[in-house]
């Protein structure tokens, strides 16, 4: 094969000063040639257009069943259809028009993996492990709760929001930043924010990130608290996942190291026998006694233990239950997919229930449906979260650019499958025990009389809640009560032991897939926790080491300790805060982590428009501008309203100043509030929260601002700098989606061919 | 019944790369490749100094 092979004549998806890549003579072709590919590309034979045109009608026939047939019930399996037929359309054409149009990558040019290969964290990976590695990273409770309090609105509104905002928003974004970070040698997000905004705009950037992730593991770890009070059974098991923790750490380190896999079969045994074990002790009198701990007791307790856990050594802890978490993440995962498909369940919910166009909202979240549906429902649509996976972690795996488009956008699409599971499990439940879940203690007074009065009272059509109902259920699930078990996670797992019993085991299952799922998502959550206290004590110390230079010194265990109890005590207060919260927590405060991680995402999608931008792509800057502006919008009014709406039940200050006059007038009960101390325990929290709401909304439009002047400043000037780093030509070869193609089959064999001391040892990882 | 072996087995091999099993024998080859004239880390030293990078860089985890 000649040179000239891997070089092209320059089509459209080259780059103007990528012809200078100089290919080594002496090699088989490192990428394939242009022409090639786009032939084979464009080649369209009759299997394959009846293979998309089967895909988009099954899609579309999916569609028209969910939005506008709409019958009585509708069956699950369209849910399955409608999602996974839009994503195949929208990957294979969506994105790799943002791939020809903005991202042009160019496999001549060495990735970070293999110019700064060092074996350990730069390695060139087979790109399906690193798909598995970034799901595992990016994919965690958050898709699996946000969809269950949406379906208060309905089926359709999440529906919709969660398949059209993951095409045009989600999954650019965790693109585009996974490519745009490759390109610059894996920098952060933080880094790239700097470069490319300039010191306000990053300085706005990484203090908002800190806060943001604050109020993100605040809020997880109030879900983990709603899903654990006042259940003995999962309070041991969930607290058994410590004991095996340590256990598979010591196994690791001192018995036998790099046996992961072993060592995470072992732990997944130890964790199901937690689980059985938990029904057997919490049915003792001691049990009972011992686990059965109330909220804010458990609150302290992962206060206390989220500060040991960040500063124990990693291979102790946390590391552990990482490989616990992602074992269990892809297994659940497989088999909730697995038991829908199979299972599938008839759903009795409206397409738009009554709350659809109620302004105040309903009982679940509050707010209108514009925008709070799109804050409710964050991750497995649109999560700025993800940003910080895609720059920093896995652009140092990535073995080829082009390689990008799967892992990025097909890694983000999957977790939207998930977040479209997680809507089917909790819509599948009967829609009165849904609203007596997730109605806080507030209004049902926690008593199955007070939950059967309030949900009836509401007037939904086709609901009529008995008694019977919740008791039932609760005995099914192995629980005491399931009244205002708020925060999403129980009724998921509801919702999973009823679609799982029906494929596994019966009624007499069901208490242990209930206590499962519950696991499962404590196991995520306390994994997030653990890994975002760090890494904010991180930021933290990076920070504080502008001013006190000796903060950066990593070996200054006091310092880390310092920073570990300030970012502790930063979510801490805010956990007790919603744990307490006579207005009922989590609805006040999940439209928070939706807002914040939303914001996040601004920043982000705003990043990526500067890059866009100075590399002079201007006719389509809207496939960053669309979703940029979408996401600005849905989160800027909701803070707005947030901040200004005269309803106290969405607006903080607004409920701020409610109670704060009727303490001024001597009340001794206002609202939900019983006592005048809970009075002033809800001007406290609507205190903070308003403030956390105006903080963010600042910080963001500051860094949006900057980003948008940069825009407009590279428009006049017909391009900007180029922040990436210098062209280091390939020396390896990869395909780059998820079935290799003829052309790369072909190259393949050429280095098959070639004797291994010319091949350049790459480390396959696989 | 062959083809289910061997897919047993690739899926195998792929959940432990995916769970990183064989870090070390990506470092053996890369050092190898690369540092010829230096000896390799030790495989226990190697995991340990593997867990301890995460605690002095520590890498987050999402919602």
């Known amino acids: 094969m000649s040179k000239d092979a891997g070089r092209t004549e320059g089509g459209p998806a080259a780059d103007p000063e990528a012809s200078v890549i100089e290919q080594d003579p002496n090699l088989p072709p490192v990428a394939v040639p242009d022409d090639e590919r786009e032939a084979e590309e464009r080649h369209w034979t009759p299997l394959k257009i009846a293979i998309w045109v089967a895909i988009a009608l099954l899609g579309g ?83 699996l709760v946000g969809p269950v309090l949406a379906a208060q609105m309905g089926y359709l509104p999440g529906t919709i929001w969660i398949i059209v905002g993951v095409i045009l928003a989600g999954a650019v974004q965790d693109y585009l930043v996974l490519f745009f970070s490759t390109r610059r040698g894996g920098r952060s997000l933080g880094q790239m924010a700097r470069d490319q905004l300039g010191r306000v705009g990053g300085t706005a950037a990484i203090i908002a990130t800190l806060v943001i992730m604050v109020i993100i593991v605040a809020i997880l770890a109030l879900v983990v608290v709603n899903a654990l009070g006042e259940s003995p059974w999962g309070v041991f098991s969930v607290s058994m996942t410590i004991p095996i923790a340590l256990f598979m750490g010591v196994y690791l380190r001192y018995l036998r190291p790099g046996k992961i896999t072993e060592i995470s079969i072992i732990g997944f045994v ?45 291979w102790l802890l946390l590391a552990p239950r990482d490989y616990l978490s992602t074992f269990m993440k892809i297994g659940t995962i497989v088999m909730l997919a697995v038991a829908i498909i199979v299972v599938r369940p008839e759903i009795t919910v409206p397409a738009f229930s009554e709350f659809a166009d109620d302004p105040a909202g309903g009982p679940v979240v509050p707010g209108a449906l514009f925008p709070f549906l799109f804050v409710t429902i964050a991750c497995g649509a649109l999560s700025g979260f993800h940003a910080l996976i895609a720059s920093g972690t896995t652009p140092k795996l990535v073995e080829k650019e082009r390689q990008t488009r799967f892992i990025g956008y097909g890694g983000m699409l999957m977790e939207s499958f998930v977040a479209i599971m997680a809507l089917v499990a909790a819509l599948s439940i009967d829609r009165g025990l849904y609203f007596a879940m997730n109605i806080s203690a507030a209004n049902t007074g926690g008593t199955v009389e007070g939950a059967v009065a309030f949900v009836n009272s509401l007037g939904l059509t086709g609901v009529n809640l008995t008694p019977e109902l919740l008791t039932e259920t609760a005995r099914n699930v192995g629980e005491e009560s399931i009244v205002s078990r708020t925060g999403g996670a129980p009724t998921l797992a509801v919702g999973l032991a009823h679609i799982m019993q029906s494929f596994i085991g019966g009624v007499g299952m069901m208490s242990f897939w209930y206590h499962f799922a519950i696991m499962f998502e404590a196991l995520f959550i306390l994994t997030a926790v653990d890994a975002g206290t760090r890494v904010a004590r991180f930021m933290l110390q990076d920070t504080l080491g502008n001013i006190v230079p000796k903060f950066r010194d990593a070996s200054w265990t006091l310092g880390a300790w310092i920073c570990t109890a300030i970012m502790v005590a930063a979510w801490g207060a805010i956990l007790i805060m919603g744990v307490t919260d006579p207005l009922g927590g989590i609805n006040t405060l999940f439209p928070l982590f939706g807002i914040a991680n939303q914001l996040l995402a601004a920043i982000a999608l705003a990043i990526c428009l500067a890059i866009v931008a100075d590399r002079g792509y201007f006719k389509y800057l809207w496939v960053v501008a669309l979703p940029l502006a979408f996401a600005t919008v849905v989160t800027v009014t909701a803070s707005l309203y947030k901040i200004f709406s005269p309803v106290p039940a969405v607006g903080y200050w607004a409920q701020n100043s409610a109670f704060r006059q009727a303490l001024d007038q001597g009340e001794e009960s206002f609202g939900t509030a019983p006592t005048r101390a809970a009075m002033e325990a809800v001007v406290r929290n609507t205190f903070v929260q308003g403030t956390l709401s105006i903080l963010f909304v600042t910080l963001t439009v500051i860094v949006i601002g900057v980003a948008v002047f940069r825009t407009i400043r590279a428009f006049q000037n017909g391009g900007g700098v180029n922040t990436e780093d210098p062209v280091t030509p390939s020396r390896i070869f990869g395909g780059s989606g998820i079935v290799t193609t003829k052309a790369e089959k072909r190259i393949q064999k050429q280095w098959d061919a070639l004797p291994a001391d010319r091949r350049r040892v790459k480390a396959r990882h696989e | 019944m062959n083809a289910l072996a061997a897919g047993l087995v690739s899926a195998g091999r792929y959940i432990k790369a995916v769970m990183g099993d064989n870090a070390y024998e990506v470092y053996l080859a890369h050092h190898t490749a690369n540092h010829p004239d230096t000896p390799p880390m030790p495989e226990r030293m190697f995991w340990r100094e593997r867990d301890d990078e995460q605690d002095r860089n520590p890498q987050g985890r999402c919602c």
Not at chain 1, 297 to 309: E, H, L, N, S
């Open chain 1, 61 to 143: 026939v999916a569609w028209v069943m969910l939005a506008v047939v709409r019958g009585e019930t509708v069956n699950a399996i369209w849910f399955v259809f409608a999602a996974v037929c839009t994503y195949l359309i929208a990957y294979r054409f969506y994105s790799k028009f943002i791939e020809r149009a903005i991202t042009r990558p160019d496999d001549r040019r060495a990735t970070p993996a293999e110019y700064k290969a060092n074996g350990k964290d730069y390695v060139p990976t087979d790109r399906r492990v690193v798909f598995g590695h970034h799901f595992a990273a990016i994919a965690g409770a958050g898709p």
């Open chain 1, 270 to 314: 130890l964790l199901i026998a937690a689980i059985v074990g938990g029904g057997a002790v919490a049915a003792t009198d001691w049990g009972a006694a011992l686990f059965t701990l109330d909220r804010t007791t458990i609150a302290w307790g992962i206060i206390v233990y989220g500060f040991i856990a960040a500063i124990l050594p990693v």
